[in-house]
């Protein structure tokens, strides 16, 4: 029998965002375990990829993704449609009106060459894809399965604003309900969104976020230098905040400490944080032991400075569902890691089963306790730590895609997938 899947993905390689990371690893793997794998994506195709990929371009990207402005006249109506979703439905969103060319696209390459696909699967962020999903398999008559990378509505990251919070409760509620099988990446979501949708609890499996057995990270020699270097490299998006940390060593630094005295903090990338997380940034980088680069680095530059640090920190303080994507990353490199995370969360489940040695601060701790916890990991040794053999059998995208593969094979079949995640 055929097995022949549509994957979408919004986000594909050769773009280096986070979000083409997992759906890559697991077509990769999928197609060489047997299943036709077809990719749609809105990023250009890569021909030295090796996959199935058909794209297609979001017309109206350029436009919230650089200045270049000039596409609006010729856009029409296509443009203001997407204005007024982005400013008043779904704020932040991408793509909002290329559900209608994808479908369509998909749908004559499917026709051209009467090949049925047996299902479609897609993966959340953006929203888009879920919509394109399950369009798709209604009109084609098959299974979906929505793999969701993020959680969509859950408290940790509902919109703040009513409607726009509504709307996403509304599209997390249809989505549970019209797909076939749901795939959530911690165990936190899995246990949050069963208990938020009991008559849909059999559908949910988890796959967590994990490596690709072929592009492993290590750890690469430390340059000479006369202090460790803290780095954290990527965005620090809005809830989360390096402020609880900086003012801790700060505080050190005051007492005399000479694990803090003898730190500097590397911050690269954008950070959208609160004015008083700002002030105190502002204050540590005219002490002259914070860097802080506005701008992303090409991802080759940003793996090579987290393989070069001396100590490495992550901040996921406003979610206990969720795991940054660069924690797989630190795990590889096996040098000391400070979390920021809620305990219990999922970067704590991780991080204690990941052989790597970490201290967490939990956001609800006190200055006191958060200072103590500072300067205990602040004399960890840079020495590298080999990934627990938990992690390198539960997290590696070859076991990760023969597990999708029977989630998939169970919704072809028309079986529940209660026990397959």
């Known amino acids: 029998m055929l097995r022949f899947v549509v ?15 997992r759906p890559f690893r697991l077509a990769k793997y999928l197609e060489r375990i047997g299943w036709r794998c077809l990719t749609c994506t809105a990023a250009p195709k890569e021909e030295t990829s090796g996959l199935h990929v058909v794209s297609v371009p979001d017309r109206t990207r350029a436009l919230w993704e650089t200045n270049d402005h000039r596409p609006k006249r010729a856009l029409g109506w296509t443009y203001y449609r997407e204005l007024v979703l982005r400013r008043f439905l779904y704020p932040g969103a991408v793509g909002l009106t290329w559900w209608r060319e994808a479908v369509n696209v998909i749908s004559k390459y499917v026709h051209d060459r009467s090949e049925l696909p047996t299902i479609v699967l897609s993966t959340y962020p953006p929203l888009v894809t879920t919509f394109v999903g399950r369009v798709l398999a209604k009109r084609l008559g098959i299974p979906w399965v929505l793999d969701l990378r993020d959680p969509i509505a859950l408290p940790a990251v509902a919109n703040s604003r009513w409607f726009p919070r509504m709307v996403q409760i509304h ?13 959530v990446n911690t165990s936190a979501a899995r246990i949050a969104y069963s208990q938020r949708y009991p008559r849909h609890c059999d559908k949910i499996s988890v796959i967590w976020n994990g490596f690709d057995p072929e592009e492993r990270v290590s750890a690469m020699p430390i340059p ?54 700002v002030s105190v940034m502002h204050r540590a980088t005219s002490q002259g032991w914070l860097l802080h680069q506005t701008e992303f680095v090409p991802k080759v530059e940003a ?6 640090s001396d100590l490495l920190l992550l901040l996921q303080n406003q979610s206990d569902v969720q795991v940054p994507a ?19 969360s999922a970067v704590h489940y991780l991080l204690e089963n990941s052989g790597i040695r970490f201290v967490n601060v939990d956001p609800l701790d006190s200055p006191e306790v958060t200072d103590r916890k500072l ?18 059998d539960h997290f590696n995208a070859q076991a990760q895609a023969e597990q999708l593969s029977r989630i998939l094979q169970a919704c072809v079949d028309g079986a529940p997938s209660k026990s397959l995640g």
């Open 326 to 344: 660069k924690l797989y990353e630190y795990i590889q490199i096996g040098r000391p890691i400070l979390a920021l995370s809620p305990t219990g």
């Open 171 to 183: 599209a997390e509620r249809s989505a549970f309900h019209h797909a076939s099988a749901v795939i």
């Open 303 to 308: 793996l090579r400075i987290m393989a070069q």
């Open 375 to 392: 300067a205990e990991f602040l004399c960890l040794d840079s020495t590298p730590c080999e990934p627990s053999k938990f992690f390198e």
């Open 7 to 21: 994957f979408v993905a919004y986000h594909f390689p050769p773009e280096s965002t986070v979000g083409s990371a």
């Open 224 to 277: 000479p230098r006369p202090w460790k270097v803290l780095s954290h490299v990527g965005g620090v998006y809005a809830g989360r905040s390096p402020q609880q940390i900086i003012l801790s060593i700060e505080r050190l630094r005051g007492s005399g400490d000479g694990g803090a005295a003898n730190v500097r903090v590397e911050m690269i990338g954008p950070t959208f944080v609160d004015s008083d997380s």
